[in-house]
């Protein structure tokens, strides 16, 4: 678990939620009013107290998650508790998706939220290890301080725990209900299995052609040989231009839908900006 602080740290320190402040007497008479939700008065400083939802028990070991907050300022505090519940509530969802599914887009997913409501920039081990050495020895000294003992998600997401999931085009095509829940809200089944059976198809489209390889793997190279397939086969006038588009459409959806779930802001998706599918030429003989 993160660190749980005695209540005698001063404030001045910060946390791993904002700064503290040590106002020399607290912004609120104590015992005048009820502490902030989440928070525990212990001498002059606050605290963050909430109880371990049941569903995460048993990825933490205490009925309560406990925490000094570093401040004597109620205002403060309350603000700092609310951040601190947020963070706490995300790391909680990559332990326990961690234990159930550790290399899935589900707990990536979860990893990149928990970092995002703890102000970290995603980054991966590599490009630490290539970058300034002033950011990894920020990143370094505020883990220890939020987390001494190594054990929670919060320190894999500081020390570039951002290793892109493996997840296949095909396992994304079957995920596709999932990525996109709001396309196939109100629809029945039959509807349902019609619309997943089209990114299916593409998916295996693609597998027969340039393999099932993992989408961070896929490349503009891919994309053009498989481009140049559906090119052929409308060359031959076996299938229409539009219907090879269409299954070029889906790819391309796949691929968005998979990024877009895993929460990364920056991708390329290898499908745009590949010359689209010419209808196929006539040729009239001379006379």
């Not at 968005?256 to 290898?270: G, I, K, R, W």
């Amino acid at each position: 678990a993160m660190a749980e602080v005695s209540a005698s740290d001063a404030p001045t320190e910060g946390t791993k939620y904002g700064s503290g402040s040590s106002t020399g007497a607290p912004d609120y008479p104590h015992g005048t009013r009820r502490d902030p939700k989440y928070t525990k008065l212990r001498g002059n400083i606050y605290h963050f107290r909430m109880r371990c939802p049941k569903r995460y028990r048993g990825y933490y070991s205490r009925e309560f998650i406990d925490e000094t907050l570093r401040t004597d300022s109620r205002t403060q505090a309350e603000a700092l508790a609310l951040k601190a519940k947020n963070i706490w509530m995300e790391e909680l969802k990559v332990r326990a998706s961690r234990e159930q599914s550790p290399n899935s887009a589900e707990t990536f997913k979860a990893l990149t939220a928990l970092a995002k409501n703890a102000g970290l920039q995603l980054v991966s081990v590599d490009q630490l290890a290539h970058g300034s050495l002033d950011e990894l020895l920020t990143r370094i000294n505020g883990v220890q301080v939020a987390d001494p003992k190594a054990e929670s998600a919060l320190f894999a997401a500081t020390l570039g725990g951002f290793e892109a999931p493996k997840t296949t085009i095909l396992e994304a095509a079957n995920q596709m209900e999932i990525y996109r829940p709001q396309d196939i809200s109100g629809k029945n089944k039959r509807q349902k299995t019609h619309w997943i059976n089209k990114f299916k198809r593409a998916a295996n489209g693609f597998s027969e052609v340039a393999s099932d390889k993992p989408i961070v793997e896929i490349k503009p190279a891919d994309a053009k040989i498989y481009l140049r397939y559906w090119q052929r086969r409308v060359d031959d006038g076996g299938i229409s231009s539009d219907y090879a588009k269409k299954h070029l459409g889906y790819l391309r959806a796949i691929i968005n839908s998979f990024y877009e779930f895993t929460n990364l802001d920056e991708y390329q998706n290898p499908f745009e900006g590949t010359s689209s599918i010419k209808k196929r030429s006539l040729l009239v003989p001379c006379g």
